[in-house]
């Protein structure tokens, strides 16, 4: 695997590649590599000839109280996984780079109504960082095809209706969350967890089911559901089990709307603090 972090040693190594019609997948990252990223590699075989991958701790998408500059580095680890996993082409930019005049300088992506609520609402400012550094990292890259991990199902629709919008010729490819064996979802913030953290964390991705089943069995009794109801319930549970959920809802799996009773493609979106990390997780229903 190659690493570069100027942008004209990326530019070059992907146009021979087109040149050479060759496609290219990408997968964009903030490091500090994990199996759930790996995952993300593994599918990117699947759609292209070749795999760039990039690692830039994007200051835009933290916020005035969250720490960047604790965020866990490991270059060196992840240099290992990916060229374990076949990466082509490694872009590791500095801030300076990304951002040239400063972030207050700089020109934005906003995608309205998918970013807004939920993880939107805890942290302001969060999508517009994700979606602006994800649009100049399409353009330096110009992917056919990008990866990225559906445990952050918000971030994945923020993409895709911002590629939708702005007519980018790059198809999205959203990969199942990889979890350990109990469920817990792979992250990056588990790191942050002491053992018995860990032991209650799987609550809540077994609270997201406990609702899915409610969900889907008043369905199929033809019942009328009670989304807030019986998210309230999910969440007093998350709750007592050790957590403190931040939010818990039901939500039309494209528009993230609230659900309502004709809906029959659902997310629960969820996220809860567990002792320092902030936990965020999802479930998809498909009422059948
Ligand atoms: O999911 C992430 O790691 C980041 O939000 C991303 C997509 C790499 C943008 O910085």
């Known amino acids: 695997m190659k690493t570069v972090s100027q942008i004209s040693e990326l530019r070059a190594q992907v146009k021979s590649w087109h040149q050479q019609g060759l496609t290219v997948a ?13 995952s993300l590699i593994d599918e990117a075989h699947k759609h292209a000839d070749k795999i760039v991958a990039s690692i830039f701790v994007n200051p835009m998408q933290f916020g005035a109280n969250e720490d960047i500059d604790s965020y866990p580095r490991t270059m060196a ?3 290992e ?32 109504n998918v970013s807004d609520g939920y993880c939107g609402e805890s942290r302001p400012g969060h999508f517009r960082g994700v979606a602006t550094v994800v649009c100049k990292l399409f353009n330096l890259v ?14 994945v629709q923020v993409i895709q209706t911002m590629v939708e919008d702005l007519s ?7 990969v199942a969350t990889s979890r350990e064996e109990s469920g817990l979802a792979l992250s990056s913030r588990n790191g942050y967890l002491t053992a018995e953290e860990k032991a209650i964390a799987p609550a809540l991705q077994k609270n997201l089911q406990w609702l899915a089943e409610q969900i889907q069995q008043g369905y199929t009794a033809n019942d009328s559901i009670d989304f807030i109801g019986l998210a309230k319930q999910a969440s007093n549970a998350i709750n007592e089990a050790g957590l403190k959920t931040d939010y818990l809802h039901v939500c039309h799996a494209q528009t993230l709307q609230p659900a309502s009773e004709d809906d029959t493609r659902l997310v629960i979106l969820a996220a809860a603090h567990c002792g320092k990390a902030r936990l965020i997780d999802n479930l998809q229903v498909n009422l059948t």
């Open 26 to 38: 990408f997968v964009p990252t903030m490091g500090n590599l994990h199996a759930g990223h790996i």
């Open 77 to 79: 680890d992840d240099q």
């Open 81 to 112: 996984k990916l060229t374990q996993a076949g990466t082509d082409l490694l872009f590791t930019p500095t801030a300076d780079i990304i951002y040239p005049k400063g972030l207050a300088k700089q020109s934005f992506v906003e995608v309205p």
């Open 142 to 155: 110009q992917p056919d095809v990008a990866c990225f991990g559906l445990k952050d199902y918000q971030q």
């Open 168 to 174: 980018m010729p790059i198809t999205i490819v959203p």
